[in-house]
């Protein structure tokens, strides 16, 4: 067997991984075939995508960079990277380097994707529904067209995705504020190292109530839940999907209000 061959073997068994979803393996594979060739760009590209399933945006962003570098016309590549790169809310960088990729082919659907996210973030939302669209004309099965509900039609949906609490949890969501914003601010994504998720779907703010006590809640602020509409709907493009959705969501940040890690909530079934 020739060594060209062989690493086309390597290669199909590292996009069999991928696709059979055993991402971990995937990544232990390509991360083998780099120490002895680290300057094969198809490898650096599929290791990025193993630590993008594996949801390590910054560990994808390093390796896309070096597919890019190593191989620059290379549209996937370039489509990935931005991926990765308003994953890490570099958002700048992001933006450039979709916009490369979509100069270099306008028919890649996840750089529409992307751009469409970064449209979203700058307020451009007629432009990022229209990317949205786009990336969903050319693959419609990975990019479902977004619902969209009107802010009185979404408050429904949050109000009947109470029903789905289970009753240890419903009985605290009166003590914790609800509140919807279209999209995760900047602020909230920078205030931790490394940054939050920019399709963050909700979170908690406050103190957890088993670290409250009667000597400090009175100079706390009060503890809320934000849901972020834009980044559900765009998830869960069916609205009984996104009711439970929404309802997994409080479920997931009422633990956090009431002291769970998140080992504790993936022992739950809420992580």
Request: net charge negative; glycine share 4%.
């Amino acid at each position: 067997m020739t060594d060209q061959d062989s690493d086309l073997q390597t290669v199909e068994r590292i996009y069999d991984a991928l696709e059979s979803g055993n991402a971990e393996s995937a990544l232990a594979l390509a991360r083998a075939a780099l120490a002895s060739d680290s300057d094969d760009p198809v490898v650096r590209f599929l290791a990025g995508l193993a630590c993008l399933d594996l949801d390590r945006p910054a560990e994808a962003a390093l390796e896309l960079e070096c597919a890019v570098k190593l191989d620059g016309d290379d549209v996937e590549f370039r489509s990935q990277l931005a991926y990765a790169l308003f994953r890490c809310c570099r958002f700048a960088e992001a933006r450039a380097e979709a916009s490369t990729a979509l100069e270099l082919d306008d028919t890649i659907p996840d750089a529409h994707y992307t751009a469409g996210l970064l449209a979203e973030r700058a307020g451009d939302l007629e432009q990022a529904d229209a990317a949205f669209l786009r990336a969903h004309e050319i693959d419609p099965q990975t990019f479902p067209r977004p619902v969209r509900l009107s802010e009185a039609a979404f408050e429904a949906v949050l109000h009947d995705a109470r029903d789905y609490l289970d009753a240890t949890f419903r009985k605290h969501l009166d003590d914790v504020a609800v509140t919807v914003e279209p999209l995760p601010s900047d602020e909230v994504l920078l205030e931790t190292t490394p940054p939050m998720d920019p399709e963050l779907l909700g979170l908690f703010v406050g103190v957890p109530l088993s670290d409250r006590t009667n000597f400090s809640a009175g100079g706390e602020l009060p503890p809320r839940i934000l849901v972020f509409k834009r980044n559900l709907e765009r998830s869960f493009p069916d609205e009984r999907a996104l009711k439970e959705e929404i309802a997994r969501t409080l479920h997931h940040e009422l633990g956090h209000y009431l002291g769970l890690d998140e080992d504790e909530l993936d022992a739950i079934g809420l992580g």
